[in-house]
């Protein structure tokens, strides 16, 4: 059963048909399927996990051996390392999509037409998803969960560098969807490294609803390039937070560390401060120390370099940048109206907020700024599934169409109409 | 101003960059409007539409004698011509649009996190829209209607065979934008014929957010073929009636002749009837009989046309075919699983009506059918903007993502995050 086992395929034009096909077929019955089946398939899911440790431990382990041989750097070992600890964290993460709302059948919309006509407008699934990563392998078991949940089959391709892994937590999966009644295709893994078998795949605008591709800039322009159905993304976190003229400057100091400091390696962590030139003098100095202490590099404008001494200049390409690391592009701004029109112009439509407290300034910036989410007095950290009351996400969509933001399990579903008559038939 | 007096376009893609700047410096304006200064115009250009009555009829028949002195076919030449009742109903669209509840700015959703933080999920628009149509020229008037409403700049590009009506409509909407203080790019007509400047819009994926063709199969294929950006389509509409074992036949009768008879050249027009075995014998020989009366060609299996001899056999092709004329594939089905996966099979995923009186078929047909839209007992034509509540409808999306079913204007809107807070950080 273990992918890596399967005798080498020789036809990758008919094993992905196959493949989408099953899909198809998994998703059509699924669709139906009560939230109560669902989600003992999560519960099954996470003790499977927890009985079969070692299991996964074992395959883990050979592409650890592997990944070594090859001369892996040490951050991405640790990024494909699974432990006791981490299996666990992952069979708790279906035990909470086990208890999310079911996205399924709720009504989201309904009205009554003067003819009679009840319409409703009612939460179906996308069909089936495509998921292409290169992040850790318990994204394996994330991922499945969140599709399984809103009712969509998943193909699930990871990356060659954790094919034991994935290929273990697979096995698990499929046997729980046996066990539990459910089709085992609703969660197939693609069973070659073949990076062809992706470029098929992405043809295939029939068998497959959606793909969301997961991991660096490369794969995702790639998945863009090529895919033919619609591709859920996730780009670039460049996000600002800008300090108001009225802001709170106590409050503006422990928002930019933490939006800089507390993670600076994932998407909603800030790479810009804009600071308004009122209050510069006030703030920056003593900001631009607290950042240093805590070994954030500073690149500024000269008003800021005047201000913070240690700052080297920046350039234009800074206050586009998506750092990832410990280093903050700052520039002081005339006012709020060149701040919002820096953020539209270099930022990534992710994530930014204001530190304000001034109403119509907070009003302003919410609908002046074009980001997936706008905050006012509080860390960009916050967008996030969790921390936005969404349950476990996905990705952070980037793109306007469909789904913006954190995706959960209602990101991955669709509607349709309802309507319930008693005979009506309609005049000219 | 007419786009045919414009000097000729001697740099394409310069003049699409252009067009896709300006769009964006208006989408970025419109974005904040008012709703009373987006209806504003909307009333303002109906006035205008109905005082410049004899302009528009003038640009207009310069296109009819052209199509003409081209052999345009007579139902084609209704399409392209323009009357005092057609510029009055679409000058009366435009006032039914402004009376609709502005999309933007809607509060969609909303939670409160127990750190305090505020959510809000808030409607906003989607930004720039490119649409492609051939359709009829009083189109023009109603897609920008639609796009400014819901806040949203719109690149228009109608048939080369409308070029005088398009540019005579697009002229008063422009002028009005500018009478009413709303920039007048947030409305612009691609003024060449050229089908070079589709292509280039088409690539142009920083600039345009979403394009809707709306036209034939081989103008949607071909935009879909070369768009970089999202498309909201409409492929088919092949629409099934099933009468179920326990179906009031008078009342099936009604529909099939409203679904089939009423407007057999549109969309929602059914294609295929299904009729349970049970209830062959007692409804198919009537129906067939009224259905010949109003001249529909019946094409049906072997088991319709020992009931309705006058049926000819239905091929595969006639299951799959959407007519959009007075012809209708018929089958009789053992039973309601089989109308589900034929439907599901044969179908386009558009509008498909159950005519029954038991409970668990109309709950098992609504769930398990694929469609945009599923009705019990009523008519397949329902599946219309107007007749669902969501007022005038750019199109009827086939797809899944973003919208599916009717687009109002709620469908031209995405949504961002809107978080309130008081100096809230993340911890660990």
Known sequence: MIATKRKPITDLSGYCETLGRHAREAARILSTVSGAQKNGWLMHSASALENRVDEILEANEADIVSASDCGMAPSQMDRLRLTRDRIRTAAVGLQEVARLADPIGRILESNIRPNGLQVLKIGVPLGVIFFVYESRPNVTVDAAGLAVKSGNAIVLRGGSEALHSNAALHRILEESLAECGLPENCVQLVATPDREAVGKLLQ?????????????????????????????????????????????????????????????????????????????????????????????????????????????????????????????????????????????????????TIVTNDLSAARAFTAAVDSSAVLVNASTRFNDGYELGLGAEIGISTDKFHARGPCGVAELTTYKYVIMGNGQVRGE
Not at 204 to 227: C, F, K, N, Q
Not at 235 to 258: F, K, P, T, W
Not at 276 to 303: D, N, S, W, Y
């Open 204 to 352: 295939m605008s029939e068998a497959i609803d959606l793909v969301i591709p997961r991991g660096g800039e490369s794969l995702i322009r790639r998945v863009v390039a090529e895919a033919r159905m619609p591709v859920l993304k996730h780009y670039q976190g460049n996000c600002h937070v800008y300090v108001d003229r009225s802001a709170d400057l106590a409050m503006a100091e422990r928002i930019v560390l933490n939006a800089k400091c507390q993670r600076p390696g994932v998407c909603n962590a800030a790479e810009s401060l804009l600071v308004h030139q009122e209050i510069a003098q006030a703030f920056l100095p003593r900001m631009g120390e607290q950042l240093t202490q805590r070994k954030v590099e500073l690149r500024g404008c000269e008003q800021t370099r005047r201000l913070v001494p240690q700052a080297r200049p920046a350039t234009d390409e800074d206050y586009f940048a998506e750092f990832l690391d410990l280093i903050l592009a700052v520039k002081v701004v005339g006012n709020l109206e060149e701040a919002i029109d820096h953020i539209n112009h270099y930022g990534s439509k992710h994530t930014d």
